[in-house]
């Protein structure tokens, strides 16, 4: 037991491993296979679903065992940089499902801010703490 783990040690040495774009990948994985397992009516589509997955798992299993590790850090660098700017969206989603019952978010005009303003219906003037403007917003 104990040559086997060195074995595998010794062999993981100098590979990438998991880092967040494999974690993502993998996530991937688990979510097509969750929509393949609602399509057995559809054939064609039960296939093509099972293609991706095929291709996610085999580009997941390429990243961890690389050993080109310059260049599976700057892909998982890039696929950072592109996360920072679209987190902040699915944060705000996160959000408004949250809170659909007791709030509403409406965009500023003037600075695009997003505010979170509460649920009473009817016109009010909202002002922006970002940008200082004086705006209508109607809520149903």
């Excluded at 996610?56 to 700057?74: D, T, V, W």
């Excluded at 909202?126 to 403007?133: D, L, T």
Aim: charged share 25%.
């Amino acid at each position: 037991m104990n040559n086997l783990r060195y074995k595998l040690a010794s062999f993981m040495q100098g590979r990438n491993g998991a880092d967040q774009l494999t974690v993502l990948t993998l996530a991937g994985y688990v979510v097509l296979a969750v929509i393949r397992a609602f399509l057995r009516r559809n054939r064609t589509a039960y296939y093509i679903f099972g293609a991706l997955m095929l291709l996610f798992a085999a580009y997941a299993l390429f990243r961890i065992l690389s050993g080109n590790l310059p260049q599976r850090q700057r892909e998982n660098e890039v696929f950072r940089r592109m996360w920072l700017k679209v987190r902040p969206k699915f944060i705000l989603f996160k959000d408004r499902i949250r809170d659909i019952r007791t709030k509403r978010y409406r965009t500023c005009p003037g600075c695009k801010n997003v505010l979170r303003l509460p649920y009473s219906r009817g016109k009010h003037t909202v002002r922006c703490p970002r940008c200082g403007k004086v705006f209508s917003v109607h809520i149903i």
